[in-house]
């Protein structure tokens, strides 16, 4: 039974959005009398990776129950006439933030199929990067899709595929894909669950009572009271069935490139990847930047909410205190308003405010995770002077942000990236600072526990700082607005 409801309005993303966006985060659980409450619970912990919608597929041993709606996880399954719909002792959830398709209940995951060898739901994290060029292929042969998502890629190609079990479907079907994801899906007997050859999108395996787990982050296993087992590593599938969990290879081996804005922005800070402490990269990032580009000033104050951890480790290691300068309000909901012009250029107000009494008189350091197109930005610092700030430097926990991400983040187009269009010292007259500096890229990976960053053999995706892509962008070949990089990986391939 899948039901969802058609009356939910399409959300509006807020028009001064200048942060970065993950697309989804996933969570997947076999073994327990009640899986959906479970994945209910672990998507509240992984609402940060996605606030459009959400989703839960149930299998209960002979039939599959679902709900899926716009909307937030609290609010979409507070209901207990939803959740007692979801029975079951294995399940799958989603949430999403859309980085392809728009956002539409056709388009609400995981997605679900009868297939030749029975149901089968599927939801991924992540980005396919030539699910346009299989999407072609697959409407020439017949294929009728039902959503504009890439997600709906995988499914054909598993539904299509001429291998005889469902996991040699599944396997069938991943080498064709290129891009990065993480992967969840629930048929009858097993929930499976994939990480890309690369490693790029977050996953991790957890244990609660006789029940296995999988999630995009160790913050959805804490809110379970599951014990963190480790991390899905590169390129490897789990399947999670009655007689516990089973490792797979279907790749060859790959140097693994993790997603480094995992750590600098998108994963909750009280999760742990690959056995790194989130806040604690976050603190080491600071103390780096204090290193590199320490100002005389009065005090530090981070840029709510992604900023904190960052301004504790510049504060710890310059010795100028930390304040909470700037208060942020949780509860502004994205329709508060439809704001005209004059009431949109307020809108940082609705959730931001200077704390006065921390600022006026003094030298100010803003520290803040990164710099899109610079106009929230603009607005901060516009707010912090009319407190009373005396000079404002601001200082960036990641180097500057001059490419797009192809793998499942939600950035701009190049053009519109500040740091594609202008050097640090034209960024800092824009946005109307004393002085402005990014850490380094070799600061950035000593930060992770790294002596610098190795040009040939990088630890970490980085794109959107190097251009340096590492899988191939077979969608994308050839345009121009793209970054000049391509040309090297069509070379490659």
Do not use: W
């Not at 959805?220 to 490792?247: K, P, Q, T």
């Not at 990269?281 to 100002?295: C, D, M, N, P, Q």
């Not at 700037?326 to 502004?332: A, K, L, S, W």
């Amino acid at each position: 039974m899948i039901t969802t409801n058609p009356l939910a309005p399409a959300l509006e993303r807020p028009g001064d959005d200048d942060k970065f966006h993950e697309e989804c985060g996933v969570f997947g659980v076999f073994g327990h009398d009640d899986a959906a409450a479970l994945a209910a619970l672990g998507l509240h912990a992984l609402q940060h990776r996605g606030q459009e919608s959400a989703g839960i597929v149930a299998f209960d041993g002979r039939h599959f129950n679902a709900h899926r709606d716009l909307g937030h996880v609290g609010d979409i399954f507070s209901s207990e006439e939803v959740m007692a719909r979801l029975a079951g002792h294995a399940a799958i959830g989603h949430n999403r933030y859309s980085t392809t398709g728009e956002t539409a209940l056709r388009n609400v995951q995981p997605l679900f199929a009868d297939l030749s060898c029975g149901g089968f739901a599927l939801a991924h994290n992540g980005n396919l990067t030539n699910a346009r060029h299989l999407r072609r292929r697959l409407v020439g042969q017949g294929a009728i899709f039902q959503s504009t998502t890439d997600t709906e890629v995988i499914l054909h190609l598993i539904a299509t595929s001429e291998a005889g079990s469902l996991i040699d479907r599944i396997i069938a079907a991943l080498r064709q894909i290129e891009g990065a994801y993480s992967l969840v899906a629930v048929s009858d007997s097993c929930v499976i669950a994939v990480r890309d050859p690369l490693g790029v999108r977050p996953l991790v395996l957890g244990r609660v009572g006789n029940a296995n787990v999988v999630a995009s982050e160790t913050c959805a296993l804490d809110i379970i009271g599951a014990e963190f087992v480790r991390d899905v590593e590169a390129g490897e599938m789990v399947v999670l069935d009655e007689s516990g969990v089973h490792s797979l290879r279907p790749f060859p081996p790959a140097p693994r490139r993790p997603c480094i804005f995992e750590y600098i922005y998108f994963a909750r800070p009280d999760s742990m990847m690959e056995g790194i402490s989130i806040y604690q990269t976050r603190k080491g990032i600071g103390r780096v930047l204090a290193e590199e580009s320490g100002v005389p000033a009065d005090v530090v104050i981070p840029v709510p909410d992604s900023g904190v951890p960052a301004a504790i480790g510049y504060s710890e290691h310059s010795g100028i205190p930390f304040e909470l300068g700037i208060i942020r309000n949780h509860y502004v909901g994205r329709t508060f308003i439809e704001p005209g012009q004059q009431i949109r250029n307020l809108g940082v107000k609705l959730k931001h405010n200077a704390n006065r009494r921390t600022i006026a008189g003094k030298r100010v350091v803003l520290v803040d995770d990164s710099i899109v197109r610079g106009t929230t930005s603009i607005k901060i610092v516009e707010m912090v002077r009319a407190a009373g700030a005396t000079e404002v430097h601001m200082r960036i926990a990641a180097p500057p942000t001059s490419h797009s991400c192809f793998y499942g983040i939600d950035t701009p187009e190049r053009g519109e990236l500040l740091a594609s269009k202008m050097d640090v010292e034209g960024m800092a007259r824009h946005i109307g600072v004393d002085s402005l500096a990014f850490i380094s890229i070799d600061g950035l990976y000593r930060a992770m526990g790294e002596p610098g960053r190795d040009p040939a053999a990088p630890k970490f995706c980085d794109a959107c700082f190097t251009g340096d892509y590492p899988i191939r962008l077979t969608d994308f070949l050839g345009r121009d607005e793209r970054p000049a990089q391509l040309s090297l990986l069509a070379e490659r391939a």
